[in-house]
């Protein structure tokens, strides 16, 4: 299917908005889920942009950025994702394979302004010690607004400018290069998982770890809501353990402080 003007331009208008956020990190709508889903509605399919989400943020879960160092783009991989999926028919598998290059060239031209917005420091440096606050505002605000608008123009070009190359060259891979993007992108979003996990685990939370494996995996449900459900009331359980857990520790120490100790003889 292909993608209007109309629809090109709200892509990049989503682009701008997740652009910004992504910049602050404030509300966290530049994640896969969120700009997959986004984009979907934006295309005319919702469903598309649900599943596309869901399958690219466990691919990107463990990508964070830290200090200078920047990840593969989200946001590219959220659009593209589901623009290359609505295109060119691919399932939303294949289409994380094939986003992956717009991700990689939103990644450079991050670390390329990164680069570039070091000369802006002397200006803030400046101004911070005049106490402008104006000027610092501004000086402050353009590298957001340039970043924000960068989004909107790569997603325009690639979303409706270049859909016609993009769909060409889908149509004229050979049908195991397609069945390894299938392949890739299914993978993905185990590495992605097993990166947040190898941060996130402690021995302390993996039966909870194993219990939704087993729930979501050899319980047929109709959707993913019970185990949804599951992790809540787990995490519920945990959450009143723990500050159970810290009273006692608190009224121990209280009582400890009360009447002396081992310390005065008692």
């Not at 924000?148 to 993009?166: D, H, I, K, N, R």
């Not at 149509?171 to 998982?193: C, D, Q, R, T």
Request: glycine residues 12%; hydrophobic residues 50%; aromatic residues 12%.
């Amino acid at each position: 299917m292909d993608i209007t003007l109309t629809q090109g331009i709200i892509l990049a208008v989503i682009a701008i908005i997740a652009g910004f956020d992504f910049w602050l990190e404030g509300l966290y709508i530049f994640r896969p889920m969120i700009v997959c889903t986004l984009t979907g509605m934006a295309l005319g399919d919702t469903t598309l942009g649900v599943v596309a989400g869901g399958l690219t943020e466990l691919a990107f879960a463990g990508l964070t950025p830290a200090g200078g160092t920047q990840p593969p783009n989200p946001i590219l991989a959220g659009v593209m994702t589901v623009v290359l999926a609505h295109t060119t028919g691919s399932n939303p598998s294949t289409a994380i394979g094939l986003a992956l290059p717009f991700s990689f060239l939103m990644q450079y031209i991050i670390l390329f302004y990164y680069s570039i917005f070091s000369v802006f420091m002397q200006k803030a440096d400046k101004y911070a010690e005049e106490a402008d606050t104006k000027g610092f505002a501004r000086i402050t605000i353009l590298p957001m607004v340039i970043v924000a608008l960068t989004y909107g123009v790569v997603v325009f070009l690639s979303a409706y400018v270049a859909q016609e190359p993009m769909k060409d060259l889908v149509n004229a891979m050979p049908k195991w290069l397609s069945h390894g993007f299938e392949i890739a992108g299914g993978i993905l979003p185990a590495v992605g998982f097993g990166l947040l996990m190898k941060v996130m685990l402690k021995g302390k939370y993996l039966p909870y770890l194993m219990i939704g494996f087993l729930a979501a995996s050899f319980i047929k449900f109709g959707n993913l809501l019970p185990v949804a459900v599951i992790g809540a009331a787990a995490a519920i359980y945990q959450f009143y353990n723990d500050k159970e857990k810290a009273e006692l520790e608190k009224r121990v120490a209280e009582s400890g402080n009360v009447g002396g100790g081992y310390e005065d003889g008692i």
